[in-house]
Nanobody, 138 residues
Framework: QVQLLESGGASVQAGGSLRLSCRVS???????????ISWFRQAQGTMARSSRL????????????NFAGSVMGRFAISKDNAENTLWRQRANLKPEDTGMYYC????????????????????????WGQGTQVTVSS
C-alpha cells in the first residue's frame, strides 16, 4: 500500500521561504521506473478533492518537473532516493500561496496530460497524504 507523509508546513511572512517534504512508502524511487508525484494546494473552506489545485509535479519516466504558472520561478522540486522523499522548496512566498498542501502519487504510468497541466489533475491520483498547512501573512 502506497502511503505519503507531508511535513514542513508553517506560518511565514510574505517573501519568506519554506521546504516541504513528501515521504513515500510502499514503492521505491530507485526500483520503480514510472511514477508521478505531485503537489496540490487546497484553499481553506473547500473540502472536495477535486478542488485541489495542482502546483508542481515530478515525472519519474523522464525526470521532468512541471509547475503551475502561479508558482513558476518560485518553486523547485528535488528528490532524495535514499530517503524516498520528494522535497519542494518554495521561495518568495505570497499570501495567495496559503493553503493545505498535499502530495499525491500515481504508480501506474507516470504523470498524465501535457504541459502546462501535466501531472496537475487531482483525479489522476489514487494515493494522497494527509496534508501540511502553509500560511503566508502579508
Amino acid at each position: 500500500q502506497v502511503q505519503l507523509l507531508e511535513s514542513g508546513g508553517a506560518s511565514v511572512q510574505a517573501g519568506g521561504s519554506l521546504r516541504l517534504s513528501c515521504r513515500v512508502s510502499g514503492f521505491s524511487f530507485i526500483g520503480t521506473r514510472y511514477y508521478c508525484i505531485s503537489w496540490f494546494r487546497q484553499a481553506q473552506g473547500t473540502m472536495a478533492r477535486s478542488s485541489r489545485l495542482g502546483v508542481a509535479s515530478f515525472n519519474a519516466g523522464d525526470g521532468m518537473t512541471n509547475f503551475a504558472g502561479s508558482v513558476m520561478g518560485r518553486f523547485a522540486i528535488s528528490k532524495d532516493n535514499a530517503e524516498n522523499t520528494l522535497w519542494r522548496q518554495r521561495a518568495n512566498l505570497k499570501p495567495e500561496d496559503t493553503g493545505m498542501y498535499y502530495c499525491a502519487a500515481d504508480t501506474m504510468m507516470g504523470c498524465r496530460g501535457v504541459a502546462p497541466k501535466k501531472g496537475l489533475h487531482p483525479s489522476d491520483f489514487a494515493f494522497w497524504g494527509q496534508g501540511t498547512q502553509v500560511t503566508v501573512s502579508s
